[in-house]
Each structure stands twice: as C-alpha cells, then as structure tokens.
C-alpha cells in the first residue's frame, strides 16, 4: 500500500506563488493516475489537477492557467505548482489516486492565501 505525504503549504500573499510536492512510498508508485485535491472549511473535497493513466492532465475550471501539475516517477513525486493564488484557493490540498482511494488519504498541507 501506498503512503503519501504532502508538503509546501504555507501563506502566501494573492499573487503569489507555492510548489506543493507529494511523496510517494510503501508500493510501487507512478505519477500516471494520480491528482490533487482540496477541501476548504466547510466545503467538499474537490478534485484540482489530475494527470491520467494516459499522461494527460486535466485541471479544475477555477484553476487552469495558474496551476500545473507534473511528477517524477524515479524521485516517487507529485508536484502541484501554483501561481497566482487568490483568496479562494485557501484550502487543505491532498493528493490521492485518481479516482480517490478512501485508505490512501493523508494529512493533507494547508494553504492559506490571505494579506
């Protein structure tokens, strides 16, 4: 089985920038199939950036354009890069396969984008 931790959060002011990475270990691991997610207080966890089993990407709407998605299978690695942060993109981010597996989740890295 597959344990993932996420790191990079932070606060950070509207503009500004944020690299999260993801560190895969425990199993075999590939960046294909797997994406980010999000869940800000009181809201549902919502899927952000995703790169399929096929190696392309999808991203959520209120995303595209600032943030982007990539891995490195020898380092065990997925990277969420986000630019332009505003506000609304304050939320606890998490990776996880895509589809989500519910024993996959970890703890999350909090992103707080506030002046």
């Known amino acids: 089985q597959v344990q993932l931790v996420e790191s990079g959060g932070g606060l950070v002011q509207p503009g500004g920038s944020l690299r999260l990475s993801c560190a895969a270990s425990?199993?075999?691991?590939?960046?294909?199939?797997m994406g980010w997610y999000r869940q800000a207080p009181g809201k549902t966890r919502d899927m952000v950036a995703v790169?399929?089993?096929?190696?392309?990407?999808i991203y959520a709407d209120s995303v595209k354009g600032r943030f982007t998605i990539s891995g490195d299978n020898v380092k065990s690695t997925l990277y969420l890069q986000m630019n332009s942060l505003k506000p609304e993109d304050t939320a606890v981010y998490y990776c996880?396969?895509?589809?989500?597996?519910?024993?996959?989740w970890g703890q999350g890295t909090q992103v707080t984008v506030s002046s």
């Open positions: 996880n396969k895509f589809p989500p597996r519910a024993n996959y």
């Open positions: 425990g199993s075999i691991f590939s960046i294909y199939g």
């Open positions: 790169i399929t089993s096929g190696g392309g990407t």
